[in-house]
């Protein structure tokens, strides 16, 4: 009965662990789409796009 309470207890452990790890997964995945959505304004502003396209012409040259 003991090993039985013990298995019980170990299984609660391991599942709150899981619960964790996919809290934090959902964090990085919101955190990661935050990034992506300022720098794609910030990529999308007219001042770098044509910093950019000045780059890649003299680069081309």
């Known amino acids: 009965m003991h090993q039985l309470i013990a298995n019980f ?4 452990t391991e599942a709150a ?3 964790m790890s996919t809290a934090e997964y959902a ?3 919101l955190a ?3 990034f992506a959505g300022v720098l794609l304004k910030v ?4 001042n770098v796009q044509a910093a950019l396209t000045g ?3 003299r ?3």
């Open 9 to 12: 207890a170990r299984l609660r």
């Open 17 to 19: 662990d899981a619960g």
């Open 27 to 29: 964090v990085g995945t």
């Open 32 to 34: 990661a789409v935050a």
């Open 43 to 46: 990529v999308g502003s007219e």
């Open 55 to 57: 780059i890649i012409d």
């Open 59 to 61: 680069a081309l040259k």
